[in-house]
């Protein structure tokens, strides 16, 4: 029976308790000890006598940057759809967060600032404020403290394949670690009933796929360009009248030296700031050059930068967004997945990330509580997910194809979908109605079909008419 693919995300995204849970595997190994692999281990203790995360970093028992994540220092959402998820998977998670420092926000002190312009407060979305760290450590704490989990610090080095399906995953030694169960051995072989691809954009997932004979999927990419620039300031107090603000401008055929700025207040007492711009322009890498460009954004910019500078400013490039789809292929082994950003892996400043990640873990725990046969490929699981990356690759995708200096690959039926973006965009800032559609697909609280009802997209264009302003040239 079809399903749209709106009602398919809603149920993704539902906030009920998960129940029906049943053990359907023996020893399931996650590679990728991140966000998306602590989740998708999560999700698995459900469902496996035992779960192993193998990771090549040594995970800190705190909040702490590790090699394996060096965009960790930049500015991390989780959306209103994750937080949701990480409710559903961890009971009385914000409470927990919010205790370590974290600033759970509501809509009425988030700000939005379209080309210097405050936008209407949507009433509906709200935040969980942290850094990276902070967040990946919570979740990494109360996934471990799961009796059948359990993390091995190793190099994957790839898959073993037996009639059909994956059987277990090649391990050898961290280069210079010089201890713990793989100096001993060159290289062996952790026995798996299931496997999950959570080791990232470097995925080698589909090289191992191909060596054994298996398809390799595609990968598409859409060329960003986008540096990061983020600085760490002391905050004043500890219960900021305004939690988050990002502030946006319109794309221009020369790009702005700030494209966006995001602030948010984050656990000990500080503010993260990260600007972002876009082409050849040289990074933002000093004291003064950041605080001179906050000094021309909204004043709670210039207000944060007044304090004191904790670290030297952090940069960060991504030359694109890209995808590879598995559902695609025709030939698949059975008991094996990718998720996270080793599927797809969206321009950061969107700050969809983690919480498409966390929506892929819900649509795992779907497939395995749907008593899947596990001697078939997991097409269930693939359509199922297929559904969340689209949705964040459209709204993405976009944004970014509206951008003059972005030159393609154009999906059919963009101008009108562009012009259609751009109708909901500018009524969203004036217009509180418009704002709480447009907000909760941005927020990945709804899918982005749901824009497409006659009388949302009328009450836009009347919005749009009668505000008077021009629509912007594309130069």
């Known amino acids: 029976m079809f399903e749209s693919a709106a009602r398919v995300f809603a ?47 040594a995970l800190p028992s705190t909040a702490a940057r590790r090699p394996g994540t060096p965009h960790a220092g930049q500015l991390h959402t989780l959306m209103h759809g994750g937080r949701m998820q990480l409710r559903r998977f961890f009971p009385g998670f914000e409470d927990e967060a919010e205790a370590g420092g974290a600033i759970v926000s509501s809509p009425y002190n988030i700000r939005a600032y379209a080309d210097g312009v405050p936008k209407v407060s949507d009433g509906t979305m ?57 100096a001993a051995a060159e290289e062996w072989v952790e026995d798996a009933d299931f496997v999950v691809d959570a080791t990232g954009r470097a995925s080698k997932l589909g090289d191992w796929l191909e060596a054994a004979g298996w398809e390799r999927p595609a990968m598409r990419r859409m060329l ?25 401008r319109t794309p221009t055929a020369t790009p702005p030296r700030v494209a966006s700025g995001a602030i948010t207040a984050i656990e000990d007492d500080r503010w993260l700031i990260t600007l972002a711009n876009y082409g050849k322009q040289p990074p933002i890498r000093t004291l003064e050059e950041f605080r001179k460009l906050c000094g021309e954004l909204p004043p709670v910019y210039r207000e944060a930068v007044s304090g004191e500078a904790l670290e030297d400013i952090l940069t960060y490039h991504q030359a694109d967004s890209r995808r590879r789809d598995y559902h695609l292929l025709k030939r698949f082994p059975a008991r094996l997945i990718a998720i996270g950003d080793a599927v797809a892996s969206f321009n950061p400043v969107y700050g969809q990330g983690m919480s498409s990640a966390a929506l892929q873990a ?18 269930d699981f693939l359509a199922l997910q297929r559904v969340v990356v689209d949705a964040a690759w459209q709204i993405s995708g976009s944004a970014d ?47 982005p079909s749901s824009l497409a009802a006659p009388s949302t997209l009328l009450r836009a264009l009347r919005v749009n008419l009668t505000s008077g302003k021009p629509q912007r040239e594309r130069g």
């Open 11 to 57: 149920r993704l995204g539902t906030d009920e308790p998960i129940t029906g849970t049943e053990v359907v595997v023996g020893r399931a190994v996650v590679l990728g000890g991140s966000l998306a692999g602590l989740l998708a281990a999560r999700v698995l203790s459900d469902h496996a006598e035992s779960v192993v995360i193998v990771e090549r970093d």
């Open 126 to 182: 709200g935040l969980l404020s942290s850094s990276r760290p902070f967040l990946e450590a919570l979740v990494r704490r109360r996934t471990l403290a799961l009796p059948n989990v359990k993390v091995l610090t190793c190099r994957v080095k790839g898959l073993q394949f037996r009639d059909g399906a994956v059987t277990g995953v090649r391990c050898g030694p961290v280069p210079g670690s010089g201890e713990g169960a793989g």
């Open 224 to 248: 960003i360009d986008i540096d990061y620039a983020t600085g760490y300031f002391r905050r004043t107090t500890s219960t900021p009248e305004l939690a988050a603000a990002i502030a946006y």
């Open 362 to 379: 819900s649509a795992l725990s779907e497939y395995l509580r749907s008593a899947p046969d596990l001697r078939a490929p997991a097409r």
């Open 401 to 447: 194809l509206a951008r003059p200096d972005v030159d393609g690959p154009y999906p059919r039926g963009h101008r009108l979908t562009t012009w259609f973006a751009e109708q909901m965009a500018r009524a969203s800032i004036t217009d509180r109605d418009v704002a709480v559609r447009f907000n909760s697909v941005t927020y990945m609280r709804s899918h």
